[in-house]
């Protein structure tokens, strides 16, 4: 690996693990969750929750299908609730010394030509 690809790679892990210090969570866009719920949420707890019908095409958004308040309505009642993701608290120290690691490496190798 270059050094210039290492202090990059460093660069991204240190910035990732001051990122995750400094936020507490982090919440899931719609798609996101949607595509959390379908391939890693447990089915037991779609179905314990209800939310097997946005796993199968969910509320249709068009333009024209929420032209109406009721139309609206109805689609905002039936969106799925958005995921929120809390790391703990230590797994933004092995992601920074990683980044640090990486950068000191980094820094010992030849320069590229």
Same mark, same amino acid.
């Given at each position: 690996m270059?050094?210039?690809t290492? $202090?990059t790679?460093?660069f $991204?892990l240190?910035?990732? +693990? $001051?990122? *995750?210090? /400094?936020?507490?969570?982090?919440? $899931?866009?719609?798609?996101a969750t949607?595509?959390?719920? !379908?391939? @890693?949420e447990?089915p !037991?707890i779609?179905?314990r929750?209800? =939310?097997?019908?946005?796993t199968n +095409?969910?509320?249709?958004?068009g333009?024209?299908q929420?032209?109406s308040?009721?139309?609206?309505?109805?689609n905002?009642?039936? @969106?799925?609730?958005?995921?929120?993701i809390?790391?703990?608290?230590?797994?933004?120290?092995? @992601?920074?010394f =990683? +980044?640090a690691? =990486?950068? /000191?490496?980094? =820094?010992? *190798?030849?320069?590229?030509s």
């Open positions: 270059s050094r210039t290492t $202090l790679i460093a $991204l240190l910035f990732v +693990g $001051l990122k *995750m210090r /400094l936020v507490q969570s982090y919440q $899931l866009t719609p798609a949607k595509f959390w719920i !379908e391939r @890693i447990d !037991e779609v179905a929750h209800n =939310l097997s019908s946005f +095409g969910g509320p249709s958004n333009i024209f929420s032209a308040y009721s139309n609206f309505a109805q905002n009642s039936l @969106i799925a609730p958005q995921k929120v809390t790391p703990p608290n230590w797994i933004s120290w092995p @992601i920074f =990683l +980044g690691f =990486l950068f /000191l490496s980094g =820094l010992s *190798m030849p320069k590229d």
